[in-house]
Nanobody
């Protein structure tokens, strides 16, 4: 079993940046594909980004391409989401997730097994 905890959310003005972190428990972090999702008020949860086990492959939803970067540090059991050029539409609770998905591309289609509690990101206009 994997436990995930997100951090780094907050309030930022449009055009600003935030870096989210996802700390994972256990000694098998490097065997998991990691993903980030978000859910805005009144909307369904959506896939944002994913990264393969060794970090060699990434996948993004079109709306964040060129603005967000997912990365991971397997030595620290941590995944990151660097968010630049933030827009009010990026306002949401951001979740990291993993488990039961074998590829970064697959994270966009299948629901991972393990989820963190989420961190709020609010972008003001």
């Amino acid at each position: 079993q994997v436990q995930l905890v997100e951090s780094g959310g907050g309030l930022v003005q449009a055009g600003g940046s935030l870096r989210l972190s996802c700390a994972a428990s256990g000694r098998t972090f490097s065997t998991y594909v990691m993903g980030w999702f978000r859910q805005a008020p009144g909307k369904e949860r959506e896939f944002v980004a994913a990264i393969s086990r060794r970090g060699s492959s990434t996948h993004y939803v079109d709306s964040v391409k060129g603005r967000f970067t997912i990365s991971r540090d397997n030595a620290k059991n941590t995944a990151y989401l660097q968010m630049n050029s933030l827009k009010p539409d990026d306002t949401a609770v951001y979740y990291c997730a993993t488990g039961s998905v074998g590829t970064a591309q697959g994270m966009a289609r299948y629901s991972p097994r393990y989820w963190g509690p989420g961190t709020q990101v609010t972008v003001s206009s």
